[in-house]
């Protein structure tokens, strides 16, 4: 279901609903930019990749936001999905205060959107805005300020001191002689010229009260009661806009307090913009942000990272971890289970609508059921041992003709004949059959299936495994990288920086105070003779002298690790 | 004449024909962006204002690029218009090299362009895309590099290496045995296995080429003549590419080198982003910069710099100088010369296009006709008398109707019917008798009556009456504007600043090392006043007494000057 800024409001219970119900949620973003030019290492430390994600969400915006429910339906066993896609573009809904917001464009990153048939006026047209938390609390000060007459006077230019004039002439005119006139109008060409009028009447003319028309301002005396219900109507008006100035944000912090799985595909940069586009800026060290994104989705999984850590995927899927291959590979026997149909009501993404951004979501969360699935029947052969049927007769044709072909979806289905209405057919729910998939325990917390994966999501070209919202992250056993541990010290870095230097680019990453990991992108020898060289330099370097550093392979430092 | 991506290739003659057939060029830009939030004070020096404008054009971008052409046709009597709308989007054109283009966006200036309907979609997807010189230079360069296989290595990945040996392994097998194939193929994935066989051929293979196809890359084997037939093509190509690559250039370097009359309304921002998104970046001197724009363009003219100068136009027109209200101003009789129509192969314009760049430039050319025909007829009445006519007959009425009409076109003039031509009437063309606008003397010099205003644009919010891009600026004399100077030394800004900040918030704006001018955006007392008290204050301020200090009007200082 697409979701515009025109229909935001009125689909917002559909939206609560179907996160309230859900079992968990997928979600998937497009954004108007990727990285800052000509920076991209191919390797880096896990503070610089944050830094540079940081930076990122502080230049680019999301551009569509895409968020599938998944929910269990027992009746007929499978789960049904309702996809929403949503434009975001930062306008102001009410057109009344508008947070000046200027953002960046990465003219490649438009480009790859165009590619896939991204729609831009939908994007600016109709494009769901939204406030920060911070803004919202600007945006009700301000308005406030404004119901209270508090604004700031502002100079009045020469030229227009004589439109001034004219206006005051008029008015005290009218209060001197109003004969029937229950108001006086006085027309105005710009902005300017209607502030200066308000400035006047509120400094000047106690008792009256300007309100702008179109084109003039009508000036009139209100009576205590009038004053007091066009107050009142104020506040009300104030207080419903910022409802609406909230925006798209109310679906994130839904999502938030619902506490569910949260599912994207390579989602650390996802994650890293939701947040700081709807909640709050990025904090500047990794740690709080660790911690500021685990408060606001306790529950995140990476179907990248879960693809390319299960040993039993791997053997079955490669090293090619893309959502496209992922939905592709998925599609196999081996993931038939469980059955996944879209809710009626959301039937946009029936026909094939890749890499728009509630198709992706959608995809992403079909693939996770299909991964933890495989998983479980790994584990648990005998949960989907097929029972031993009979032959089919000719009554039970369609139906099992049905269950293995779960992705023709249109074809198969015959349409009922709407004129023709069986009562018994009515009652009847026809079950796929399928087996739900254990994702979280009655108590709300992950499976000891999912434990290991969650809130663990890919991070490439650095030396981690994976980027860990909660524990500290796993080195990566590869030949280009070493750990240098330094007894009873801080370690050098620099020295350590220094000698690495001679044998290649190092990219030096933090373990603890006194141990760091030092990995080359290029390995230029073997391992074995550049350690060998290394521990040469050490024993003879001045400035490792007071140090007492070890330089192990990962493997060793993971076998000292483990004998401590 | 809407120019999108997939027609500018062909179009560029016509484009180039209109440059250079026409008497003038009016302009226009739609931007993504005006000022950075939050820091536009309502007065400003004019290095100030130019710093602004100048880190504008570093930020946001012309989305759409509006150019009329202006053509006195003598048979006929009339001015013949020619509008081009180009929407700008900094793709690649060729998709080769792309500069990794990155810009920002208002969301206020988007929905600004929401409001005159503007097409993102027409903007991403068929904008024009260009290349700065610099660009260009750097894009020959990197080509070059690739046409000589100069790229630099890239580092092999541990997960690639077994792909990689099963390459080699594959091609010396053909080599030691090549049977009856001319070449071998290797499959590849993506972009980086792509890239590491072509550099193994490279590095490995001497006498070998590869080639790539869609998912293999193909090596073969080539003589001597196919590797010279090669290489040819390959370099024709990139030349093709580069002069594609320049795009939207080519219209402004055509435009300059034409060194005719560039019309804009409210121009300085215009010609800022111009210069700084097709031909270099803004310097960050002023004086640099009026020099450079004024190489570029050397004959400039601001409509709204004229309307609001000329006293004789002032006051027909009052104040208000926006395109719309001269617009709509120069319809009145006063302004019935010359007749202006739009060539009819750009007939998109006959109907109402407010604000795409393309009609605003068509507007604004129309204005500068209008306004400086009636300049021409209050200093030269004679030219401009109607010759005494007898009463219409019938044979003429609808002729005279239709000069009395201008501005319905569409309505009056009758449709020839296709199908039925005579010979006589092709040959005759129809004069509307309207007189040519003297803008240029035949040596290619403005002509006495525009030499005045001559290369000076409207800027607000200064001390000063416009922008020159050849001279100094003039003074406007205000009340709110002081002017300090210093015999002998160098005037002390920061005293004056702090003498002048007893009386309100002063803006600084140096005239020469002697001499400063402060205005003040909101004068709090009688300009006597101030002036008495900033005297006495300067007699007694102990950092003054160094310094001798004369504090004037801006009359007086022009009095002074004047006197000299």
Not at 204 to 211: F, H, I, P, Q, R
Not at 278 to 289: E, H
Not at 340 to 349: N, Q, T, V
């Amino acid at each position: 279901m697409e979701i515009s800024r025109q229909q935001f409001r009125d689909e917002l219970p559909a939206i609560k609903a179907a996160i309230d119900e859900c079992d968990f949620i997928a979600l998937d973003t497009e954004l108007s930019g990727l990285h800052r030019p000509g920076t991209s290492k191919r390797i880096d430390s896990l503070a610089n990749r944050y830094a540079e994600y940081r930076e990122a969400t502080e230049r680019f915006i999301i551009t569509q936001f895409g968020m599938c429910t998944f929910k269990w339906d027992q009746p007929s066993g499978r789960y049904i999905a309702k996809a929403f896609n949503f434009y975001i573009f930062p306008t102001s809904m009410t057109g009344r205060i508008q947070p000046n917001r200027v953002f960046m464009c990465q003219a490649q990153a438009l480009d790859f959107l165009s590619k896939q048939a991204f729609d831009f006026n939908k994007w600016v047209y109709q494009g769901v805005p939204y406030l920060t938390v911070a803004e919202e609390k600007a945006y009700m000060e301000e308005a406030r300020k404004k119901l209270n007459d508090e604004l700031p006077d502002i100079p009045i230019d020469d030229k227009e001191r004589p439109f001034l004039q004219a206006a005051k002439d008029k008015i005290d005119a009218w209060i001197a002689d109003p004969k029937d006139d229950v108001c006086v109008n006085i027309t105005t060409k710009n902005a300017y010229q209607r502030r200066l009028i308000y400035q006047e009447v509120r400094k000047s003319y106690s008792g009256l009260t300007a309100e702008g028309r179109g084109g003039f301002i009508l000036i009139q005396r209100l009576t205590e009661k009038q004053l007091k219900q066009r107050e009142k109507e104020r506040k009300k008006r104030l207080e419903e806009d910022c409802e609406q100035a909230i925006g798209f944000r109310k679906v994130i912090d839904w999502i938030s307090a619902s506490k569910k799985i949260v599912v994207g595909h390579n989602m650390l940069l996802d994650i890293c913009h939701v947040i700081a586009q709807f909640i709050q800026p990025l904090p500047p060290k990794v740690q709080d942000f660790k911690k500021l994104a685990h408060d606001i989705f306790p529950h995140m999984i990476d179907t990248k990272y879960v693809s390319s850590a299960a040993a039993e995927l791997q053997q079955l899927l490669g090293t090619a971890t893309s959502l496209d291959v992922l939905t592709f590979e998925t599609r196999r026997e081996a993931f038939k289970n469980p059955r996944i149909d879209m809710d009626w009501l959301f039937s946009r993404y029936i026909s094939d609508k890749a890499h728009e951004a509630g198709y992706d979501a959608y995809i992403t969360g079909s693939v996770l059921l299909k991964l933890f699935s495989f998983l479980d029947a790994q584990q648990h052969p005998e949960k989907y041992k097929e029972p031993e049927e009979p032959a089919p007769t000719e009554d039970d044709d369609q139906e099992t003709g049905q269950q293995n072909k779960e992705w023709d979806i249109s074809d198969t289905e015959e349409e009922p004949d709407p004129n023709w209405t069986n009562d018994d057919d009515e009652e009847e729910v026809h079950n796929y059959g399928s087996i739900k998939v254990p994702l979280m325990t009655e108590q709300g917390t992950p499976t000891e299936m999912l434990a290991p994966y969650v809130n663990k999501v890919t991070m490439v070209r650095t030396g981690w495994e994976y980027f860990d919202f909660v524990d500290t992250e796993a080195i990566i056993e590869q030949h280009n990288t070493f750990i240098v541990h330094c007894k009873d010290k801080t370690v050098p870095r620099d020295t350590v920086f220094n000698i690495f230097s001679a044998h290649g680019k190092p990219v030096l990453d933090a373990l603890d105070e006194q141990t760091v990991m030092v990995i080359y992108e290029k390995l230029q020898e073997d391992q074995q003779h550049i350690m060998d060289k290394i521990k040469t330099q050490v024993s003879e370097d001045p400035e490792c002298q007071n140090f007492d550093l070890l330089i192990e392979t990962v493997a060793q430092y993971h076998r000292r690790i483990r004998d401590l």
